[in-house]
């Protein structure tokens, strides 16, 4: 550990690089030894020479009264600055000495001497220790890295994990939510209403609790589904009614707090289909996409000014009737490649685009049945990642969680001088989540210890 004390500053005639002389005590202050600096004593140091400076941790010698210097920071770019012999050097505590400082932490490499708190996410990768001081202690806040292969329905299977709505609506048709998995949305043709529900667990369906509504029977008694724009400022949904059949938008003043939503315009679907059910937009906003029961398509449109329906244009459209003749839902995967269309048969239908998020160059590719929850579902939406499905079913009138992915998880090693208690090296965390790992050292980094 390094050692402090107080008021202790003195001059030196050093000139280079290497090794400091120490000459007298600076006015008004105490020399190394006078303030308690003993021989071998390790010390944090901190140089000025002009406009010059340097930190770092040096051994004091008390014959001959010299003091290493093993640099930190500097202005010569943490390098050992070219002392001109008319610079004093002073005993100071840096912010590693002080509790929990933020570390600097460079690719995959730690250097000790800048705190005691390191932040990594986890990359395949083998961490590296440097400057270590001759005792330490530290901790290392590990994120989850990694990426998942989702979006496939190859590989879809149920949860046993779902949520019922009925309490609020009984015949809910459209499902959203948000981006990082902490709130869910639902709108049902009973009520007209978008119910907003909080999860205390992001992206499990079954910690959900529900939390407001907003109605939206002013503009549309019949309505079909719903879809936000990513930073939660936009609302849109979707009529099919006896008088319109419209996008609806709504502007938020608080974002993802629908009891802030306010109706600001629409555009009309009836030119393409008489009986919209469901909605998507790419996330940039500048596509939208619609599926119609009356015609089984899938209508693509242009809008020219991003999240703006009044600005949509009709492009083209592709037909889902020799897989599904009553489609309720459209989604896509986030790079625009993959398309889902949920049918009313208990069927979710998935097709390979050739050209991202254009549908005239669809094909179709296999098919998932969710009959075994839900006989009559009429909406689904994914996890960003594709690792999560949702589907929502107005027969038991619950949202069912799916699981359409694989998840590989980027793995993190330690130096082979860290020693765990437990004989075996921490497991990296499943993406997004964070574990902490203490550590220590008391012989400059040659052992590491964890604490527990």
Do not use: C
Not at 323 to 331: K, L, N
Not at 380 to 406: E, N, R, W
């Amino acid at each position: 550990m390094t050692k402090l004390v107080n008021r202790a500053k003195m001059s030196t005639a050093t000139t280079g690089t290497g090794t400091l002389t120490l000459g007298s005590a600076a006015t008004g202050y105490q020399s190394f030894a006078a303030a308690g600096v003993a021989d071998g004593d390790v010390i944090r140091y901190v140089i000025e020479d002009g406009a010059g400076w340097e930190i770092g941790t040096g051994t004091y010698t008390a014959t001959g009264t010299t003091l290493t210097r093993t640099p930190s920071e500097s202005s010569d770019g943490g390098t050992a600055i070219t002392l001109t012999g008319n610079a004093v050097v002073f005993v100071s505590a840096v912010a590693a000495d002080l509790g929990d400082a933020l570390g600097t932490v460079a690719s995959d490499t730690l250097d000790l001497s800048t705190g005691n708190f390191f932040e990594v996410t986890a990359a395949d990768q083998t961490l590296v220790f440097s400057n270590p001081p001759d005792v330490h202690k530290f901790t290392i806040k590990v994120l989850g890295g990694g990426s998942v292969a989702g979006f496939d329905l190859g590989i879809a299977s149920y949860d046993a994990v779902s949520f019922s709505v009925s309490a609020q609506e009984t015949s809910p048709s459209g499902v959203f939510f948000k981006p990082d998995g902490t709130k869910m949305f639902v709108i049902g043709t009973t009520t007209n209403t978008v119910r907003e529900y909080n999860l205390s667990t992001a992206w499990d369906v079954s910690s959900a609790s529900y939390l407001q509504p907003f109605g939206v029977s002013s503009q549309d008694t019949f309505n079909t589904d719903l879809f936000f724009k990513p930073d939660g400022s936009k609302m849109f949904t979707v009529g099919a009614g006896n008088t319109n059949k419209n996008v609806n938008e709504y502007s938020l003043g608080s974002n993802w707090d629908i009891s802030t939503s306010v109706f600001s315009q629409s555009f009309a679907l009836s030119g393409q289909d008489s009986s919209p059910q469901g909605i998507f937009f790419k996330p940039d906003g500048t596509k939208m996409f619609m599926i119609g029961v009356q015609t089984d398509r899938v209508y693509e449109y242009s809008l020219n000014s991003a999240w703006d329906v009044s600005s949509a244009v009709f492009v083209r459209f592709f037909s889902i009737v020799l897989q599904e003749a009553t489609p309720m839902g459209v989604a896509f995967s986030a790079d625009g490649d993959r398309m889902f269309v949920l049918g009313f048969n208990d069927i979710v239908y998935e097709y390979a685009l050739t050209l991202s998020w254009d549908v005239s160059t669809a094909s179709y590719l296999r098919n998932f049945s969710v009959a075994a929850q839900e006989n009559t579902p009429r909406a689904l939406t994914f996890k960003p990642d594709g690792g999560k499905m949702y589907i929502l079913g107005s027969a038991g009138v619950q949202v069912y969680q799916y699981t359409t992915g694989v998840a590989s998880i980027a793995a993190i090693s330690y130096p082979a001088s860290v020693s765990f208690a437990s004989g075996s090296t921490p497991a990296a965390p499943a993406i997004g989540a964070v574990n902490t790992v203490d550590l220590y050292t008391v012989d400059g980094g040659t052992n590491y210890y964890d604490r527990v």
